[in-house]
């Protein structure tokens, strides 16, 4: 057993030193060191090798460097040989946006180097007015068929040196129609300063013009604001529509009850429908009970269409459907049975329409109670905010 871990523990030693030699022979080991006394430089295109070196001997004690050796440049050989392709990928490079170097229009964008062959470059243009040094285009000094224009390229690495020439077709930068109007417009207003007037030309590249100015906005707004505030008014109408509608209901439904007591009073007194329904209509014009009250109203009318020779039955049945809410038609309802039947269980029915009558009723008045709850809550809402920043803003003033 003990010789096992013993072999164990030498296996995991040579592991050890077998990866140290592969790492320093992949790395190059001593052969490119300066322990050999040379310093071995990168390929073309790779960049400079940093090198940290402990030289022994400069001093009395051993001295700590660090340097940087530059990558191998090429020959004048080897430049002739790669002049072809380099000279095809600059001019894939300095296109920028132009279609092709046949017709530029836009500023090239000459680079200064190729890294991937370690060459610098430098540029030279045959006619600076046309293609700067820098590749800037100026279209204006380029007649309608374009001008050729050759750039001289130096390409170099280290002491080798090679010049090739690009040519290069400048051509006209496109423009739209409405760009040279505006050149020949910015032209006629030039052209004679002194006059009062400049004619607009009425024919451009042979298609007739009209003009016609851009006026502010200015009345059209009122037109705007007319149909708007028709809109506004059209909405207004419909909401306040809506709040008598509601008005009206809710006082019939408050009206409901009392008047079915009273009208039960009466007929258990003797009265008949017809005198108890009028006898209502008439204690309420003497008692002139404030407020809004349109159950009284339809009443004399149902009263009026009685004398005029309206059915009886039928005054009751319109009387129900002007009210509009389901308790005056169930009341209708069982007033023209009575007439219909001669009263059986009239009395009856009517009572029990009567406590139903008070249930509507005061879920009508708890209903009123919490919408006027809610709609105190934002002003209480308001008085807290307003509490907040008066008890707030002197201890902010303070740390001022």
Known sequence: MKKQKIGTYALCVGTGILLYLLAELSSGGGKRGPESGILKRRQTGQGGEVYQIFIDGLEEEETFVTVEVPEQKISGVQLKEILSQAAELLCERIQGENESLRTVSHDLELCTGLPEYGLSVSWESEDVNVIGSTGIVNSEQVPPEGKNVYLRAELSSGTAKEVIEIPVTVVPEETTVSERFLTLLLALLEREPEKPEV????????????????????????????????????????????????????????????????????????????????????????????G?????????????????????????????RRCGLRCYMRFASLITSSLQTGGRNTRKLLEEEMEEAFKQRKDLARRRGEEASTKLLLPMFLILGTVMIMVVAPAFLTLG
């Open 199 to 290: 004619q607009l030309p009425r024919e451009f590249e042979g298609k007739v013009l009209s003009y016609r100015e851009k006026r502010e906005a200015g009345n059209e707004i009122l037109i705007v604001l007319g149909v708007l505030a028709a809109v506004c008014l059209s909405q207004k109408e419909k909401s306040e529509a809506g709040r008598q509608k509601k008005k009206r209901e809710d006082s019939l439904l408050l009206d409901y009850p009392e008047m079915l007591s009273r009208f039960i009073v009466l007929t258990g007194a003797g009265y008949p429908i017809k005198q108890a329904f009028k006898r209502l209509s008439e204690d309420s014009a003497k008692a002139k009970k404030p």
């Open 292 to 320: 809004f009250h349109p159950l009284y109203e339809e009443m004399q009318i149902a009263l009026n269409q009685m004398e005029t020779g309206t059915p009886e039955m039928k005054a009751y049945g319109d009387f129900g």
